[in-house]
């Protein structure tokens, strides 16, 4: 079954950066568009970056532009999103996802970004 498995999230100071990655199974990740979320309490689960399955089209939420890259490695079936610049507001549980499996949701990564 479809499986995402994230992880690299924690705790880091305002101006900081992580990398978070997501191990993908269970499909056919190289022809699969990708994406991050994130959910902060209280709020609704956004989108922040989303790939397509070669790399060629890579798109951004405003919120992160500028600040933040997706990748993938194909051959290790895996997804990551490096962040840099790190602000108060990226605090969120973040989420990798296939939007071709609507119930492929892992059980996310806690990012905290405080002094």
């Known amino acids: 079954q479809v499986q995402l498995v994230e992880s690299g999230g924690g705790l880091v100071q305002p101006g900081g950066s992580l990398t978070l990655s997501c191990a993908a199974s269970?499909?056919?990740?190289?022809?699969?568009?990708m994406s991050w979320y994130r959910q902060a309490p209280g709020k609704e689960r956004e989108l922040v970056a989303q790939i397509s399955s070669l790399s060629i089209s890579r798109d951004y939420a405003d919120s992160v532009k500028g600040r933040f890259t997706i990748s993938r490695d194909n051959g290790k079936n895996m997804v990551f999103l490096q962040m840099n610049s790190l602000k108060p507001d990226d605090t969120a549980m973040y989420y990798c996802?296939?939007?071709?499996?609507?119930?492929?949701w892992g059980q996310g990564t806690q990012v905290t970004v405080s002094s």
């Open positions: 269970g499909f056919t990740f190289s022809r699969t568009t």
């Open positions: 996802y296939a939007p071709k499996f609507p119930e492929s």
